[in-house]
């Protein structure tokens, strides 16, 4: 397998946006990087001048295999993924049977390389069955193939076991990677606690839900030394603490998804499910916080948060339907569109927000960056042209977005993993 793109402005540390180049990949790697390149007896792609970018690393994905294979399945998650430009995926543990054991692992490891169009690696279970209760077998699963320990969407109630979990988990120096919510304060709570809740007629879950566990979970990460992982960051507070956290020199790193710094709460009035999601859309305050610690860097990395569910549990009334959003294929155009577009970033520290920091946090030592050597996976991504959103055409199986009809920039043209071109 030997390919040579032409014409290739890079993305990626060590290049200048306006420079073109030719990459010559062979068996799956990154082989040269250079100008007016010439090879023999290889496949030759004129990229005509767009950008290629390391490929995108989702650290926040919900495969639902095995176990919910009828909301999505490793098959088209991964075609989801190669269309949004994902070429490296992570699963959630909260699968049926949960990721707790190393038979688990072995069989996503397994079916990925057999089905799967990207790379996918699992995350294991903090505790047996995500109950966080007795720790699952995480040595084993570490030996099988798991990049760190998570709680999935579950909270973890226990101080003491997240700490135990923590102090063994340091010997694998993985991250512990945790939903924080406290749920004697989010309670029965369906949306964000505050002004739009109260003209709804919906109970709120208040931001010190998200808050004190953040809080919490920094203290015993500081006292431990181990590396924690914060998802789905969606208050200004939240923001803060890791913020005063990284200053003190904690082993901490944040993540948020588009519709935390794209979307507030406003989003869900006339009880719009679409935007029904947990932790829930916040303020305009929170919002402008959130793209801050993006752009100082308190928050490390933009994951696409994919959470399917089919449109039936969706379209029920807002209190009873399930959270969730299909984000694979629209993460990377939309924040684009809002935070390089819009001046907040560049475009390299999107490529970082997306990639080569995911890529640091994993241990993925060949990806998240574009160099000799380095695996051959890559997207191709045109900037010149908008596009409208259209959930109907999707590669996976939830085909929803509160974003529907968007107008977005940075359609990815091209995926490439391993050095097999998929689109």
């Not at 999505?72 to 070429?87: D, K, L, P, W, Y």
């Not at 057999?114 to 077998?137: D, F, R, W």
């Amino acid at each position: 397998m030997k390919t040579l793109l032409k014409n290739c402005h890079i993305i990626s540390p060590g290049f200048k946006e306006d420079e073109v180049f030719d990459i010559y990949v062979e068996n799956g790697i990154i082989e040269e990087i250079g100008k007016n390149l010439e090879m023999q007896d290889v496949k030759i792609m004129d990229i005509g001048g767009n950008t290629v970018l390391p490929g995108l690393i989702d650290m926040h994905c919900n495969i639902c295999d095995p176990g919910f294979e009828y909301l999505e399945n490793i098959e088209t998650v991964s075609r989801s993924a190669a269309r949004g430009g994902f070429t490296t995926i992570t699963c959630e543990p909260n699968t049926d049977p949960v990721i707790d054991n190393k038979t688990v692992v072995e069989y996503i490891v397994s079916k990925s390389k057999n089905h799967a169009l990207v790379n996918i690696y699992p995350y294991g279970s903090m505790s047996m069955g995500c109950k966080g209760q007795e720790m699952a077998e995480i040595g084993e699963m570490y030996d099988a193939g798991i990049v760190g320990v998570s709680d999935g969407d579950e909270f973890t109630d226990e101080a003491s076991f997240l700490r135990n979990v923590m102090l063994y988990v340091k010997m694998f120096d993985m991250p512990v990677i945790t939903h924080c919510e406290d749920r004697g304060l989010s309670g029965n709570g369906v949306m964000n606690a505050g002004f739009t809740s109260s003209c709804l007629g919906l109970a709120g879950m208040p931001r010190e839900a998200e808050e004190v566990m953040v809080a919490r979970n920094i203290i015993l990460a500081e006292n431990t030394g181990a590396r924690l992982h914060v998802t789905h960051v969606s208050t200004k507070g939240s923001a803060q603490l890791i913020r005063e956290a990284k200053k003190r020199g904690a082993r901490v790193t944040g993540e948020t998804c588009p519709h935390y710094f794209l979307l507030t709460e406003e989003a869900v009035e006339d009880y719009n499910t679409l935007a029904k999601v947990n932790p829930p859309l916040r303020t305009k305050e929170d919002v402008e916080a959130i793209i801050k610690a993006v752009s100082d860097g308190s928050i490390d990395v933009i994951a696409s948060g994919h959470s399917p569910s089919n449109e039936g549990d969706k379209n029920k009334v807002f209190s009873s339907a399930v959270y969730g959003i299909s984000a694979l294929e629209t993460a990377f155009s939309l924040s684009y569109t809002g935070l390089v577009k819009t001046g907040f970033i560049s475009l390299s520290k999107l490529v970082e927000l997306m990639s080569t920091k995911p890529a640091e946090i994993l241990k993925l030592e060949n990806k998240g960056r574009i160099a000799k050597g380095k695996d051959a996976d890559l997207i191709v991504v045109d900037f010149r042209q908008g596009y409208h959103i259209d959930p109907k055409h999707f590669a996976s199986k939830a085909k929803f977005s509160p974003f529907a009809d968007w107008e977005v920039r940075g359609r990815v043209i091209y995926t490439m993993v391993g050095g097999k071109l998929l689109m």
